[in-house]
């Protein structure tokens, strides 16, 4: 039997959240998100921060106000997220 597909196709893509830190670019956000990760042999807990470029078409954003983002295709060099939601 087959399924009926929707014409709305969801995108598998995980969603990150993170705090904008930079906004001074036209159209892009720098998005900071922390991960806590262990050290493969001592175990000991500690705080990652991976930086992310993210596009996105309007909307006014401030340093410090958290986000969601998922990753598309790329739009330039360093960006590959959009924005799912503030």
């Known amino acids: 039997m087959k399924s009926e597909n929707s014409t709305t196709t969801a995108s598998k893509a995980p969603i990150f959240s993170g705090v904008v830190v930079s906004n001074r670019m036209q159209k ?6 922390e991960t ?18 993210v596009h996105v078409n309007e909307g006014e ?18 960006k590959h997220y959009v924005i799912v939601a503030e």
């Open 28 to 33: 892009t956000l720098v998005v900071a998100v």
């Open 36 to 53: 806590l990760k262990a050290h493969p042999k001592y175990h000991k807990r500690y705080l990652s921060t991976k930086r992310y470029k």
């Open 61 to 78: 954003y401030v340093i410090g106000q958290k986000v969601s983002f998922r990753e598309c295709r790329p739009i330039s060099k360093d």
